[in-house]
């Protein structure tokens, strides 16, 4: 079992910066991979990026590709997301999430992954 708690939401002005982080516990190997997703309201839960916990191989989605980076701690069991440039359209419920086996399926496809956080509110706003 694995345990993801989510950090460092909030709310922010356009233009501006956050960082979340999660923080992993439990019994685990390095095999594994993790990602962000978002889920804004009355839209459907999208991938946002995701790492290989063994390689560091990093994938973005198209949205917040060069304005968004997804990192590990040196222990692999701590995700962070550095949101740069932040939009409006960036506001959603975001959730870190776990996938035993670091490779199979689809990355961004949420059914893909076995274990995931409480989740976190970003808020952009003008």
């Known amino acids: 079992q694995v345990q993801l708690m989510e950090s460092g939401g909030g709310s922010v002005q356009a233009g501006g910066s956050l960082i979340l982080s999660c923080a992993a516990s439990?019994?685990?190997?390095?095999?594994?991979?993790m990602a962000w997703f978002r889920q804004a309201p009355g839209k459907e839960r999208e991938g946002v990026a995701v790492i290989w916990m063994t390689t560091g191989t990093t994938v973005y989605a198209e949205p917040v590709r060069g304005r968004f980076s997804i990192t590990q701690d040196n222990a692999g069991n701590t995700l962070f997301l550095q949101m740069n440039s932040l939009k409006l359209e960036d506001t959603a419920m975001y959730y870190c999430?776990?996938?035993?086996?670091?490779?199979?399926?689809?990355?961004?496809?949420?059914?893909?992954?076995?274990?995931w956080g409480q989740g976190i509110q970003v808020t952009v706003s003008s």
């Open positions: 439990g019994s685990f190997t390095r095999d594994h991979r």
């Open positions: 999430a776990w996938r035993n086996g670091a490779y199979g399926g689809v990355w961004h496809d949420g059914r893909e992954y076995n274990f």
